[in-house]
Nanobody, 121 residues
Framework: QVQLVESGGGLVQAGGSLRLSCAAS?????MVWFRQAPGKEREFVAG????????VYVDSVKGRFTISRDNTKNTVYLQMNSLRAEDTAVYYC?????????????????WGQGTQVTVSS
């Protein structure tokens, strides 16, 4: 069983930046970031394929967030710039245990515990 551990969350002013990290204890394939704000459903934010050949973003973060990964460290990152109050949420990392295609917004095999991001306006 692969463990995912997120880090890098915190409190930041609107317009600021944060970099989230998600370290996996073993090899993973597709990796994603979701988020869940209070009272809202979990939302897909960004995803990246194994070899970083494909990246996908929800429209609301395009141009502001960048997903990347370092397979030598089994780690995926989410660089978040120009943060807005509406980005406030718990951010979760997800990953596949094998090569799977399909929708980026589907369920994944592994999930982290989440890291809180709070953007003050």
């Amino acid at each position: 069983q692969v463990q995912l551990v997120e880090s890098g969350g915190g409190l930041v002013q609107a317009g600021g930046s944060l970099r989230l990290s998600c370290a996996a204890s073993g090899r993973t394939f597709r990796m994603v970031w979701f988020r869940q704000a209070p009272g809202k459903e979990r939302e897909f934010v960004a995803g990246i394929s194994l070899l970083s050949t494909s990246t996908v973003y929800v429209d609301s973060v395009k141009g502001r967030f960048t997903i990347s990964r370092d397979n030598t460290k089994n780690t995926v990152y989410l660089q978040m710039n120009s943060l807005r109050a509406e980005d406030t949420a718990v951010y979760y990392c997800g990953a596949d245990k094998s090569a799977q295609g399909g929708s980026w917004t589907r369920e994944y095999d592994y999930w982290g515990q989440g890291t809180q991001v709070t953007v003050s306006s």
